[in-house]
Nanobody, 118 residues
Framework: QVQLVESGGGLVQAGGSLRLSCAASKIIVSIYTMAWYRQVPGKQRELVALTTNLGNTMYADSVKGRFTISRDNAKNTVYLHMNSLKPEDTAVYLC????????????WGQGTQVTVSS
């Protein structure tokens, strides 16, 4: 059974930093597009950042220059480095793995809570 397990969330003051981790099992992250989304109750799930299997990255405008997505293929883990955090970054952050082609696959983690206090 494929698992994406997020960790690293918590409570931090505005201006602080956190590093989220997404450890994958039963899939090889290097061949997937890996992404971080965030969810606030009552709002649509938002794409925060993604990294493709070719190493291309994309960020939401709201986090550009503050967040960095990276992957460690040897550890089969994807990270989200979050700096200069703002109260509006408060959300549940979810890891996503997606693969297209003839055998598409799509997986979600259970999420980790990030709370930024002002």
């Amino acid at each position: 059974q494929v698992q994406l397990v997020e960790s690293g969330g918590g409570l931090v003051q505005a201006g602080g930093s956190l590093r989220l981790s997404c450890a994958a099992s039963k899939i090889i992250v290097s061949i997937y597009t890996m992404a971080w989304y965030r969810q606030v109750p009552g709002k649509q799930r938002e794409l925060v950042a993604l990294t493709t299997n070719l190493g291309n990255t994309m960020y939401a405008d709201s986090v550009k220059g503050r967040f960095t997505i990276s992957r460690d293929n040897a550890k089969n883990t994807v990270y989200l480095h979050m700096n200069s955090l703002k109260p509006e970054d408060t959300a549940v952050y979810l890891c996503n793995a997606e693969r297209g082609g003839t055998n598409p696959r799509h997986y979600w983690g259970q999420g980790t809570q990030v709370t930024v206090s002002s």
